[in-house]
């Protein structure tokens, strides 16, 4: 069994676990106008930001030439998760140590300066640097450097679904013999590229109020905000876990990922099947679900085929689902990883957080959404969906480690 | 005109990281390698030489170097080329 023994977060309305978990429960929201460059003539200009960090305070100094603000966090999110498990890197043999980090966006600001540079100045104006900062596999190579982790790693790009991936990767890499493996996933990309990429989806929600802006699942729903960050956590085999001490927030019981097919085919998206496998793996049925964290796009047709899948597995309101998204917006790779945070926390208090933004769910949904308040409920297993752009579907079982009557 | 070494120390702590205290001036004759200075950041600092100083370091001979100070005679050899073969700079 791969257990998870520490968690690093850095989120739009929280840095650390107890900062999010607490601005989750209370509904404070990360989201703001984008103001890094002027956004004024932009059709959205709203977003999940982490605002006060200043990377200086966290991070050597020799790290900030070289590296991309989502790298930054990045590495804020997996010294955050280190220090959490009590894990002393130094003294671990550093073959015995792995790390998968998901990426959708590598490095878009860094990149976008550089190639200002270049187009305007020339080449020998591009930072060596530019060589690695932007590319998807750099920020499992920062950690790996900075904290000496050498054996098994890799990194994996599925937009919002790999940071779920990640997880399901580092379960594996553990079954397969490394005893800790560090995963999940933080993205940043709102230099001015990287916002006319985001809005490019055409799935970015257009109301200018934070408030209403991105209501996952709601009547009125107009498409999602997106956001930055993301989660880092320590994995490793139970029974290592249990010889050093460490303290256990829950188990991966079960991982799935499923592609679309190409649309026009006529058959159904994956989410379903990829939730199912995800059960079937974790051996257990859908009644033994507590809670569902849904990937929750605010895209109305997409709520609508999430909502049937759902349907399918649970029957007409047979689970509590919720998503606490609102509040960060999409955080591509960190999205997922952020929901196996909540899903922890949720089994730890036995309390759901609520969908913020929602207040009133299509009959025709037939899902029961926790909206307004947290729901206080025993929670021992949960569920969590993400899907990104282009057909990825990722499903993951988080459960209790320990037994209760 | 020839480059200090408060010159060569600024260059390197843009291209690093780090503040002044992160490369005093006492510590030029130490090796990149106990410096931390690995290739990348040579071959950001050779860049940043030829485009503020015109200062052009061959590749091959950047490999070559093993301190801050070697460097320095290297960027002065070309900044002054008459003052460091030893030949009176007058009549210019």
């Given at each position: 069994m791969s257990v998870i023994t520490g968690l690093g977060v850095v989120a739009p309305n929280g840095i650390g676990v107890k900062a999010f978990w607490a601005a989750t429960l209370a509904g404070r929201?990360?989201?703001?106008?984008?103001?890094?460059?002027?956004?004024?003539?932009?059709?959205a200009r709203l977003a999940g930001l982490v605002g006060t960090v200043d990377p200086a305070e966290y991070l050597p100094a020799r790290l900030l030439p070289q590296t991309d603000v989502s790298t930054r966090l990045a590495l804020i999110a997996a010294e955050a998760a280190l220090n959490d498990a009590g894990v002393d890197t130094e003294a671990m043999s550093e073959y015995d140590m792995g790390i998968v980090t998901a990426n959708a966006s590598g490095g878009f600001e860094f990149t976008h300066r550089e190639f200002r540079k270049l187009w305007?100045?020339?080449?020998?104006?591009?930072?060596?640097?530019e060589s690695f900062a932007w590319f998807y596999a750099v920020n499992t190579g920062q950690i790996s450097i900075r904290h000496g982790i050498r054996g098994p790693s890799t990194a994996l790009v599925a937009e919002q679904a790999g940071g779920l991936d990640a997880l399901g990767h580092a379960r594996r890499t553990v079954r397969a013999g490394t005893p800790l493996v560090m995963c999940g996933g933080v993205d940043s990309a709102f230099d001015p590229w990287g916002w006319a990429a985001h809005l490019a989806s055409g799935r970015v929600s257009l109301v200018p109020d934070p408030a209403t802006a991105y209501r996952p699942f709601d009547t009125r729903a107009t498409g999602y905000l997106p956001g930055e960050g993301g989660a880092i956590c320590v994995v490793e085999d139970a029974d290592a876990a249990r010889v050093r001490g460490a303290k256990v927030y829950g188990d991966i019981a079960g991982y799935a990922a499923t592609f679309d097919p190409a649309p026009g085919s006529g058959r159904p998206p994956g989410l379903r099947r990829a939730a199912e496998s995800a059960l079937a793996d974790a051996g257990i049925l859908p009644q033994d679900v507590d809670v569902v964290f849904a990937d929750a796009t605010g895209v109305p047709e997409l709520d609508r085929t999430e909502a049937q899948a759902l349907r399918g597995i649970f029957?007409?309101?047979g689970v509590p689902v919720t998503s606490p998204?609102?509040?960060?917006?999409?955080?591509?790779?960190g999205g997922g990883v952020l929901d196996v945070v909540c899903a922890l926390m949720s089994i730890q208090e036995d309390t759901v957080p609520p969908t913020f933004g929602t207040t009133e769910v299509p009959a025709g949904y037939g899902i029961d959404l926790v909206i307004g308040e947290p729901r206080r409920m025993r929670v021992d297993t949960a569920l969590v969906l993400a899907r990104g752009r282009w057909g990825f579907n990722a499903a993951t079982v988080i459960r209790n480690h320990w037994k209760r009557d | 005109m020839t480059m200090s070494i408060e010159n060569l120390r600024d260059v390197f702590i843009k291209c690093?990281?780090?503040?002044?205290?992160?490369?005093?001036?006492?510590?030029?004759?130490?090796s990149f390698e106990d410096l931390g200075y690995d290739s990348l950041v040579l071959i950001e600092t050779s860049a940043t030489l030829k485009r503020e100083y015109g200062v052009v370091i061959p590749d091959e001979q950047l490999t070559e170097l093993r301190t801050p100070a070697e460097l320095l005679l290297l960027i002065n050899d070309q900044l002054a080329p008459a003052a460091v073969a030893g030949r009176p700079a007058t009549g210019i």
């Open positions: 929201s990360g989201i703001a106008v984008l103001d890094r460059f002027d956004t004024t003539r932009y059709p305007s100045q020339g080449p020998e104006h591009v930072s060596v640097y029957g007409e309101l998204k609102a509040l960060t917006g999409r955080l591509l790779s | 690093a990281g780090g503040d002044a205290d992160a490369l005093p001036v006492d510590q030029m004759s130490v």
